[in-house]
């Protein structure tokens, strides 16, 4: 396709996350967003006229009549596989939303699908794509590291499937999963997954009122198969803003604004610190703290290089393949598994397993 316009459809394009890909797209030469698909009509309708693209509340009615190359899948997790493997069909490439999926059995069933088409499945962790984690990747002593360290304190989700245990899968898998997916990057693969989660903090009748019905703190353990230990601790149960970003400061400079989610890489010489969306900090014996701001918008880079992948068929180009971000998925659905029997978890045995 060299360096032709990319005509792109948006699935689940009226919601949240589906406009920051329709706004990211729109900024770009070498893209082109024809349709967006949403079962929302009435949103689907505003969000079409203010874009000027055309409007499908059918998948497959959009797939038929229009002509495209990729799809960006940003729905509610339960339909991502069976919208994936329509685009598959149909030849397209995907960019598709993290969490894959809640099942491990139909996630199983994509990667086969993936396996045998020439098309690319690109998950959306897009911290990949950004200078800080490439900047850990580089300077990250992989000899002597010992233990991740990592925390995401958040509240009541804002989305309302996503406050709901059956669509969501909970705060590891639908909101930590983008720390797992770092941990996954800088430690290599997982080989046991303890959990313990509560309901305890978030189990009122103002909760249930909203249709909140999940866990509210969740304490996870791994073990990485090269010896390396983890830790991550998370929760849906503070109350709102808790760390607002101050007024008059914009947005991309966060660094002010104290942090909710991090993750503390140890190693024997070095501690690295990463701050989700902000900054790295570097402390390391004999030397002077560095600290490494985010530069840009990783969500922005993670489209550029899906777009230039599309163009090239340049698989090098993609941080987040579906191949790999499958196992990302598979941890956090076995903390689930394990919170929930209160057994510890072989990862490859649970792979394994029928899901
Ligand atoms: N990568 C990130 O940082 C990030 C951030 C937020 C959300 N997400 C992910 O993006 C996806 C969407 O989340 P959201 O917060 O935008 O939710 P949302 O509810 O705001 O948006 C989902 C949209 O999909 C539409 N929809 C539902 N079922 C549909 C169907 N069968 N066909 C077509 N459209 C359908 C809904 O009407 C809605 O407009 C989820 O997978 C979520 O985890 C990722």
Redesign the pocket.
């Known amino acids: 396709m060299s360096s032709s316009q990319v005509k792109f459809g948006i699935?689940?394009?009226?919601?949240?996350?589906?406009?920051?890909h329709l706004k990211v797209l729109k900024t770009f030469k070498d893209a082109h967003v024809k349709a967006i698909?949403?079962?929302?009509e009435a949103?689907l309708r505003k969000v079409a006229e203010a874009y000027k693209v055309n409007a499908y509340?059918d998948?497959d009615e959009m797939l038929n009549k229009e002509d495209l190359d990729a799809v960006v899948i940003?729905?509610?997790?339960p339909?991502?596989i069976s919208?994936t493997l329509k685009c598959l069909e149909g030849g397209l490439d995907v960019l598709l939303?993290?969490?894959i999926s809640l099942s491990l059995a139909e996630a199983k069933k994509l990667y086969d699908a993936v396996k045998r088409s020439n098309c690319f499945v690109v998950v959306?962790?897009?911290s990949r794509y950004s200078n800080i984690v490439r900047e850990i990747e580089n300077i990250l002593d992989r000899d002597t590291l010992s233990m991740l360290h990592g925390f995401w304190y958040w509240t009541i989700p804002i989305?309302?499937?996503?406050r709901r245990r059956s669509m969501?899968g909970g705060q590891i898998v639908?909101q930590a999963i983008?720390l797992i997916d770092l941990y996954r990057l800088f430690a290599g693969e997982v080989e046991k997954v303890y959990a313990v989660y509560t309901e305890r903090g978030r189990d009122t009748e103002e909760d249930r009122a909203t249709g909140f019905d999940n866990w509210a703190s969740y304490v996870v353990a791994f073990r990485f198969k090269n010896g390396v230990v983890g830790g991550l601790c998370t929760t849906y149960a503070l109350y709102p803003n808790i760390f607002p970003i101050p007024e008059g400061v914009k947005l991309e400079d966060r660094a002010t604004a104290e942090s909710a989610v991090m993750i503390d890489i140890i190693c024997r010489e070095m501690l690295i610190r990463y701050v989700h969306g902000k900054e790295v900090r570097v402390y390391q014996r004999g030397k002077e703290t560095r600290v490494i701001r985010l530069e840009g918008d990783s969500?922005v880079n993670m489209l550029r290089a899906f777009v230039e992948a599309v163009q090239t068929r340049d698989k090098t180009l993609i941080r987040t393949p579906y191949e790999d971000s499958f196992r990302t998925m598979a941890v956090a659905l076995a903390a689930n598994f394990s919170a929930e029997r209160g057994a510890v978890v072989d990862l490859d045995a649970f792979i394994s397993s029928e899901g």
């Open positions: 699935v689940g394009g009226a919601g949240r996350r589906g406009l920051v698909c949403d079962i929302d949103r509340t998948l940003s729905t509610p997790t339909v991502h919208q939303e993290k969490p959306g962790f897009q989305v309302g499937w996503i969501g639908d983008h969500t």
